[in-house]
């Protein structure tokens, strides 16, 4: 994408009345079909022996560290989150390898793509928050400690989000747009060092962005767990302090 154009939405494929197919919506598709069919080619032939492919060694390598960050955050099993932790970041970071190529507009330099994929975070907060702990339950988070914290605690949920959108959106663009510059002054040495710089910091930002989904449903969850122990403690004190009252009469 060109210095020209501000976003890969202003990339026009094709237009017919009030549709418009951009560049954003073509790339994030190539991306998707990238995704899809190196999927499909790694885990065809899966083993389980010495003899594996590099494919498999390098998606169990992605997975085994996936699995530990969120083992590390959650301190529950990481099964139930892996599949929409890894897909975004995988999704992410596909799309910084993909941009080092000629003409490949990242999608992730949109803020419609940033916006979608932290509203995925946004709406996988309660989901997995209920589906741990129940829809009560749940709920009673955004109540605590006291019910004047609700509009507080939603204003909460929708400034984090969009944060994750702008946080990601502003790192992409201007990191694509650092290297169009560059290759209109200098075609061929820092052009090329800023694409490595560039794939570097797509990985660092695809890392971000997933252990902070991460983090924001664990830490819905967390709150009801702290409120438990908490109770749990006191009914444990309140338990233990009256047999030594009983013991020692005043």
């Known amino acids: 994408m060109g210095v020209d154009k501000f976003s890969p939405d202003q990339w026009v494929f094709f237009e017919w009345g009030t549709f418009h197919l951009n560049a954003t919506i073509v790339f994030t598709w190539v991306v998707m079909a ?8 790694v885990t065809r032939k899966l083993s389980s022996t010495k003899d594996m492919t590099r494919g498999q060694n390098v998606l169990e390598t992605v997975v085994v560290f996936l699995r530990a960050q969120i083992r590390s955050l959650s301190n529950q099993d990481p ?19 993909l941009s080092i190529l000629p003409g490949f507009a990242v999608p992730t330099a ?7 994929l932290a509203t995925c975070v946004l709406v996988g907060v309660p989901i997995y928050g209920i589906r741990n702990l129940g829809f009560a339950s749940y709920l009673k988070n955004y109540v605590r400690p006291t019910p004047l914290m609700l509009p507080f605690n939603i204003i909460g949920e929708i400034t984090r989000t969009v944060a994750l959108a702008i946080r990601l959106f502003g790192n992409m663009l201007s990191g694509d747009k650092i290297v169009a510059v560059l290759s209109l002054i200098a075609p061929i040495g820092p052009a090329v060092i800023m694409n490595a710089f560039g794939l570097l910091v797509g ?40 047999p030594q009252k009983e013991r020692n009469p005043s």
């Open 203 to 242: 990985v660092i930002q695809a890392y971000i962005f997933a252990l902070l989904a991460m983090v924001y449903i664990a830490s819905g969850m967390q709150r009801e767990d702290q409120m438990r122990r908490k109770i749990a403690a006191k009914v444990t004190a309140a338990g233990t302090a009256g």
């Open 110 to 116: 949109s803020v419609t793509t940033t916006v979608a």
């Open 34 to 41: 990238v995704l899809v069919g190196v999927s499909w080619l």
């Open 79 to 97: 099964d139930p989150y892996l599949p929409f932790i890894g897909t975004l970041f995988l999704f992410i970071v596909t799309a910084s390898v």
